[in-house]
């Protein structure tokens, strides 16, 4: 089966430019979560989506927004991007409410680097 | 809120030996706990998880983990080290049944010895 996909692998931006980035979960999973990891730090959550609705929320400012879609797919906005916004996001899909599994499966990232 | 703080941002041990990575966690509800590994330009693997069913959890690649509540402590255990082991370990909280909200420690760079 196959696992949490993510696009583009990299991408190079300039300050003040927007950006979009997708998630595709697990087949089945209905739980999207989106975090951010900057170099030599553990990763930071941004956002939970379950069922198309915003279930969590992390300490990012309004520049960063996200939405899921029917199939469960899923997009991370960052507008105005800063330097510091440079890093790794990774997106992790679970079964939610669903399962008590408590397992997020982490897709391999989107190297974000701001110039 | 729950927090979790990982002693050690780096650790060396020789190939064969014991690998012991350390995690303290602070929780105001019972926690469910996670130690996930990251190799190089990769995403996250979990490793294990407790979910406060047996206090002594054992995970892939022969890593255990046991969770000891006087201690408020998750640490990592593998009894003999492995190149392949070489990674970043991350240990990671999350709140109670309804939030998936994990909160990661600042990782551990584990380096294998040959």
């Known amino acids: 089966d196959a696992g949490v996909t993510q696009s583009p692998t990299h991408l190079i931006k300039t300050r003040g430019q927007h950006v979009t980035l997708r998630c595709s979960p697990i087949?089945?999973?209905?739980?999207v979560s989106w975090y951010q990891q900057v170099l030599g730090q553990g990763p930071q959550f941004i956002f939970q989506?379950?069922?198309?609705?915003?279930?969590g929320r992390g300490n990012f400012p309004d520049r960063f927004s996200a939405r899921q879609f029917p199939n469960y797919s899923s997009e991370l906005n960052v507008n105005a991007l800063l330097l510091g916004d440079s890093a790794l996001y990774l997106c992790?899909?679970?079964?939610?409410?669903?399962?008590?599994?408590?397992?997020?499966?982490f897709g391999p990232g989107t190297r974000l680097t701001v110039t | 809120a729950q927090s979790v703080t990982q002693l050690g941002s780096h650790v060396s041990v020789s190939e064969g030996a014991l690998v012991l990575l350390r995690c303290n966690y602070s929780?105001?509800?019972?926690?469910?706990l996670f130690w996930y590994v990251q190799y190089p330009n990769q995403g996250l693997q979990l490793l294990l998880k407790?979910?406060?069913?047996?206090?002594l959890v054992k995970g892939i690649n022969g890593f255990e983990a046991e969770f000891k509540k006087s201690e408020t402590s998750f640490h990592l255990t593998k009894p003999s080290a492995h190149m392949s082991d070489a990674a970043e370990y991350f240990c990671?909280?999350?709140?109670?049944?309804?939030?998936?909200?994990?909160?990661f420690g600042t990782g551990t760079r584990l380096t294998i010895i040959p």
């Open positions: 992790a899909s679970s079964l939610g409410w669903q399962g008590a599994t408590w397992e997020q499966y």
């Open positions: 990671a909280v999350r709140g109670s049944f309804g939030n998936e909200k994990l909160t």
């Open positions: 087949s089945g999973h209905k739980s």
């Open positions: 407790y979910t406060s069913a047996a206090t």
């Open positions: 989506y379950y069922e198309k609705e915003e279930r």
């Open positions: 929780s105001s509800v019972p926690p469910y």
